[in-house]
């Protein structure tokens, strides 16, 4: 009798063991659940980056947007805000609907300028001063038109719009040299007052660029924000400049 009793209760202890661990199991699948359907505002681009692209100019341009997702989706480090990444750029391509993690971003100083020349492009570099560098108002990002000033003879000097739409990659500040005149000359040293505008341009134009800061005088224009536009150049000469 004895022994049926024990039996009875230790099965009655062992049901409600079961019992409460079961029921503790379904309460923490519940929970795991709710907590991966929590939502969490992240960063997300609402467009495809290019690399390079700093976060103030994706912030400035709508290019990204706070977007609640179930926690369960989101990334490893992706962001929860843009807070202190203004100074950072992106060091691979974002497509649309792609969450922003902290991986992708690097100081600029860290990440290079390779990060911000296009794809089909290189980087190179022009001196120019107050007068043919636009007042010293150039910024990176800006687009300009470059002129081009040869003189094969002294009766044939000629000055065509060399190149059209041209990208300014990064303007530093340092001035370095001699003092020296207001064009850019053949074999000129970059002097006191002259600053190094680095541009983008494809291959054939980078020939084109060398050679008439070489061989010519070169002028920067600055473009109008939002101007894309091409216009047929007619090139001037001492002929046609006073007609």
Do not use: C
Not at 221 to 241: A, F, I, N
């Amino acid at each position: 009798m004895k022994s049926r009793l024990m039996i009875v209760m230790v099965s009655i202890v062992f049901a409600a063991v079961a019992t409460a661990g079961a029921a503790y199991y379904i309460a923490s699948l519940r929970s795991s659940v709710t907590e991966g359907q929590r939502l969490i505002e992240v960063a997300v681009a609402k467009k495809s980056i290019e690399t390079g692209a700093s976060m103030s100019e994706m912030l400035a341009s709508g290019s990204v947007a706070m977007q609640k997702i179930p926690k369960q989706y989101v990334a490893e480090g992706a962001l929860t805000s843009t807070d202190g990444y203004s100074d950072k750029v992106l060091s691979s391509d974002l497509v649309k609907g792609e969450q922003l993690t902290r991986a992708k971003f690097k100081k600029e100083t860290e990440a290079g300028l390779a990060y911000k020349i296009p794809e089909g492009h290189i980087a190179v570099s022009i001196a120019v001063d107050e007068i043919t560098g636009v007042g010293g108002k150039l910024q990176s990002g800006n687009r300009v038109d470059v002129l081009a000033t040869f003189s094969p003879s002294s009766d044939k000097d000629m000055t065509k719009i060399m190149l059209q739409n041209v990208e300014i990659l990064a303007t530093p500040d340092a001035t370095t040299g001699d003092k020296g005149g207001g064009f850019i000359k053949g074999g000129q040293q970059t002097s006191t007052g002259k600053r190094t505008v680095t541009l983008s341009v494809s291959s054939v134009n980078a020939e084109k660029l060398v050679f008439a800061a070489e061989k010519g005088h070169i002028w920067l224009g600055l473009r109008r924000s939002g101007d894309d536009k091409s216009d047929k150049s007619v090139m001037q000469t001492l002929e046609t400049v006073f007609k």
